[in-house]
């Protein structure tokens, strides 16, 4: 099989707009098939224990083993997936975290007013659950343990395999341009200026659906400039129907864009209980250096 080009993401690591972002470079450049994936092995509520989601989660895996495709976004990875991919043959992906804390609060008013319900009936249950809170703090409390899936895939996660390049939501928020260049860098592109010569092996790619591989007889060929459009299509403002990065919509899915924004919400209480269930991998992460926060 041919080398597998794989997002990794998680829930509320702005993994739309990384997806959007990928699969559209991927498809500028002809390359493909591609695969959107959003399952994992443990999902919130202990959902991965109901049907129909056990059966759901046995044909994903046999997806991820079987199927063809070259570009992948799994939403929602963990080493379970990863180590089926590993066994298809060549991989080469990147894999993009968050600060828990921004993770949480994200995802609080996500389920609560924001989320979707047509591909994950626990959001459902947990918007239930969260509609019945009496207030915010109790809310983020409760939202800790609905969590606890997505933060153990993260905490479990491999940091140090080669064929994987690590970087996290608030590098792509501040210079997404050259995150991404240095993201499609490892993957194997080539990132030049814009030129005539460059402009006709994509369109040849695109015309004929040939593999930018093949169209160029050599690396995939993404321009910068071409990739500043696609940015610059998928930018905050673009998805917030106008509102800058920093100004809060809490019933919009593209709430607020920002990093650091668990400052804003977490009491005492929630700080407290945040820190004895992920304070240290807060500070393996490198998001602190103590639990003095």
């Given amino acids: 099989m041919s080398m597998v080009l794989t997002y990794f993401g998680h ?30 092995t443990h999902l919130p509520l202990n959902f991965h224990e109901k049907e129909p989601y056990t059966a759901a989660i046995d044909d994903f895996h046999d997806r991820l083993l079987h199927q063809p495709f070259q570009v992948l976004c799994l939403t929602n990875a963990d080493m379970d997936s990863l180590a089926l991919l590993e066994m298809r043959g060549a991989l080469r992906g990147f894999h993009v975290i968050r600060d828990l804390r921004d993770l949480l609060v994200s995802a609080y008013f996500s389920h609560l007013f924001s989320h979707p319900m047509n591909q994950y009936n626990w959001i459902a249950e947990a918007r239930q659950r969260l509609s019945a809170a009496p207030d915010l703090e109790a809310g983020l409390l409760m939202e800790i343990e609905i969590d606890e899936p997505i933060f153990q895939d993260i905490i479990e996660w491999n940091y140090d395999n080669p064929n994987i390049y ?24 080539k990132i030049p200026t814009f030129g005539l010569n460059v402009l006709g092996k994509m369109i040849l790619g695109r015309t004929f659906h040939i593999p930018s591989s093949q169209a160029s007889l050599g690396p995939p060929i993404l321009p910068r400039p071409v990739l500043q459009s696609i940015l610059a299509k998928n930018r905050f403002e673009q998805k917030s129907e106008g509102r800058r990065a920093g100004e809060e919509n809490a019933h919009h899915h593209y709430r607020k864009g920002i990093a650091g924004d668990w400052k804003n919400y977490f009491t005492p209480k929630v700080s407290a209980a945040f820190k004895d269930r992920y304070g240290e991998m807060l500070i393996k992460l490198g998001y602190e250096a103590n639990l003095d926060w």
Avoid at 172 to 185: G, H, Q
């Fill in 166 to 189: 690590e970087t996290r939501y608030e590098i792509l928020v501040k210079d997404p341009l050259d995150e991404f260049t240095r993201i499609f860098s490892f993957l194997g592109f």
């Fill in 11 to 40: 829930h509320k690591c702005a993994s739309q707009y990384i997806k959007a972002v990928f699969l559209q470079s991927t498809s500028a450049l002809a390359i493909g098939p591609a695969r959107v994936d959003y399952l994992s």
